[in-house]
């Protein structure tokens, strides 16, 4: 894994996939959580179906 990917783990960013009903469009980013509410798709603007990826969780 990317050092870069590990320093925003740390920060409380998580690994999440999207998709968007609307146009098909899909993928994975790292965002933090509270921006996941109001999420939308890149390239229509529709609201995107997000999924948090747990295989990062310490413990
Ligand atoms: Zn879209």
Redesign the pocket.
């Known amino acids: 894994m990317a050092d870069v990917t590990e320093s925003l783990l740390a920060a409380g960013f998580v690994e999440t996939a999207f998709h ?6 899909g993928g994975t980013s790292l965002s933090r959580p509270a921006s996941l509410l109001d999420r939308t ?6 609201p ?1 179906v997000t999924t948090v990826f747990e295989r990062f969780s310490r413990g």
């Not at 798709?41 to 529709?46: I, K, Q």
């Open positions: 968007c009903p609307s146009c098909g469009l798709c890149l390239d229509c603007g529709e995107v």
